[in-house]
């Protein structure tokens, strides 16, 4: 139905949906579809759970649109234009110290290598000493908190290129900084090439970001 719709409005665009694949339209405007964003918690009955769509011109997230059916919520921004709850602009907290927020931190289980998982286990526990609380979904219902201002920061090491674009502009236009895992810029460019590339993330208001890429380099050197 999505991508009918799509296709309807605008047939000139690229299509990336996570279940159908790619459609290629050599334009320089692609949509990125995730239809259900939390599928395990979906499947399981937990409402935190999804449907997204962005879109990107080039590389660049210029719009975005988020789901929670559950909580009858939809989360809308436009690159400008500020982000909107249900029609109420929302912005990330105004708190400064990380020791005040909740922060969610979305870590899947590498069976292949459990290393990671091991690593990435005792980085949670560092960031649980700086915070008030952790909190997760492991999935969009996570970063859409903090564009609220309801948690201070969302990170997660495991992710794909439909889980990021809506996200992306959504944070963006409420304030708050969308960076890979270790504060870089995330890179979108051709996009139609990257559907099995793994993205990371971290999520925050520019201060609040700060502190938790302090704290991920941190442990990241005691690791190595």
């Not at 790619?22 to 692609?30: G, K, L, P, R, V």
């Not at 500020?82 to 990380?98: H, Q, R, W, Y």
Request: glycine share 8%; charged share 20%; hydrophobic share 35%.
């Amino acid at each position: 139905m999505i991508i009918e719709r799509i296709q309807k409005e605008f047939p000139d665009y690229n299509i990336i949906d996570e279940e159908t694949g790619i459609i290629d339209n050599t334009s320089e405007f692609t949509w990125v579809i995730d239809p259900i964003d939390g599928t395990s918690n979906f499947q399981k009955g937990v409402p935190t759970y999804g449907i997204m769509l962005g879109l990107l011109k080039g590389a660049i997230p210029i719009a975005g649109g988020v789901i929670l059916p559950y909580f009858n919520e939809l989360y809308i921004a436009e690159k400008g234009k500020g982000t909107f709850c249900n029609d109420k602009k929302i912005t990330v907290t105004s708190e400064k110290e990380l020791l005040n927020t909740l922060v969610a931190y979305g870590i899947d289980g590498h069976q292949e290598n459990p290393k990671v998982t091991h690593d990435e286990a005792k980085l949670l526990g560092d960031i649980i000493l700086s915070i008030r609380n952790y909190r997760v979904s492991n999935s969009v219902f996570d970063i859409l908190l903090t564009a609220k201002g309801s948690y201070g920061g969302s990170l997660n090491k495991t992710s794909k290129i439909w889980d990021n674009v809506a996200p992306h502009i959504i944070i963006e236009e409420a304030g708050g900084l969308y960076t890979d895992f270790y504060g870089k810029p995330i890179d979108y460019a051709k996009p139609l090439t990257k559907l099995s590339h793994n993205f990371t993330y971290c999520v925050a208001s520019p201060v609040l970001h700060d502190e938790l890429q302090k704290i991920i380099h941190t442990s990241n050197k005691s690791n190595s």
